[in-house]
Every structure is written in C-alpha cells, then in structure tokens.
C-alpha cells in the first residue's frame, strides 16, 4: 500500500523551513508522496493574501520536487475549511492509500480544539515534527495520552532538523526591504516582491 503524507497551512508565505521539514518527514517515514494544502478560509486566522496567491507561492516552491504535490480542495471551497472534510474528501480519492497528517508541535496541543477530531482521528494518522533537544516530553507525553483516551488518536513523534523560520517575521522582513535570501525559494521571492505582498500589513 502506497503512503502519503497531508502537510496543510496558511503558507503565508511557504519558505525553507516548510520544505526541509517536510522533505525529511518524507524520508524517515517512507513516504511515496507528501501533498500540499494551502488553506481556503481558515476558521482562526484573518490573512491578507488571497487563497489563489498562497496556492501559487506553494505551488512555485515545490515545482522542482516529483514527489510533492499540491491541491486545491481547500482553497477552491468557499465555506470554512476543516481539516475532518479535506480528509475525508481526500479518502475517496486515494481510498487504497494510507493518509499521515504532517503536524508541528503546536498544532498537537491544538488538535483537541479541532472540529470532529474524534472523527478525524480514525481517518487518518498524526506526524509531529519535533525539534531537536525538545526538553518538555512529560507534557508531550501528557498530551499523546489525552488524545489516545478521548479520542482514540494515533500520533508518531519524529525528531527533525532544526530551521527555525516564522512566516510572520519573513512578512516582516518583506515589508521592511530585508533581505530574505535562502529563507524563502527565489522564484517565491520574485512571486512576492512582484505582487507586492505583505508591503502594508
């Protein structure tokens, strides 16, 4: 049976950190691909840049890799997205495949806060990226057993490379003319700095 990962967000903008992360989550797992889901509306965030943008930032960045892949379920879908209908929809598609959810930490303590999670989690499996010397494991472990005993949820912990880079100081350094060289992919930057996003934030 074929494995693919699901790997979803705002990409507000997609930068390295994105696909290194994903890239090695890919290899330690066995992954035979890792899809892309730039989010439609999301229900927590007010974003600036149009959903069409954001899928065509993620869309430029992993062009050069065959085994990434991008879709628009959530960013043609009008209403607010949850992740339980991408997955869900997803699962017809690719009924004879096995689904990994490739989450960071902060979205494992989010995830009881998900709309159906006790529905999701016999859907799919959860793939936390950690980083490395992450010392606070007895609330980790604390969080693992909660989701197992409320819902049933299926979570593998792997240790990745650290790269730290927040999207929120990439828009910040955008819109100050910094330089933000081998942090987000040229072709990107030019798709950015062409449209002229995140100038007036």
Known sequence: MKKYGIFG??????HYGHLM??????????????????????????LHVSAEDRYKMVDIAIKTNPDFEISDIETKREELSYSVDTIQELKKVHS???LYFLIGLDTLYQLKTWKKIDELS????????????????????????????????KVEII?????EISSTELRNRI??????????PDKVLEYIKGSGFYKDE
């Open 96 to 98: 004879d495949v096995k």
């Open 122 to 153: 016999k859907e799919i499996e959860f793939v936390v990226a950690l980083r490395p010397k992450y010392i606070d494991e007895e609330n980790i472990n604390r969080e693992l057993n909660f989701l197992h005993l409320m819902y049933e949820t």
């Open 175 to 184: 819109k100050e003319d910094k330089s933000c060289r081998y942090l987000i």
């Open 159 to 163: 240790t990745t490379p650290l790269y």
């Open 9 to 14: 967000g705002t990409f507000n903008p997609i």
């Open 21 to 46: 992360v994903v890239e090695y989550l890919k290899e330690e797992l066995g992954l035979d691909k890792v899809i892309f889901i730039p989010t439609g509306n999301p229900p927590h965030k007010d």
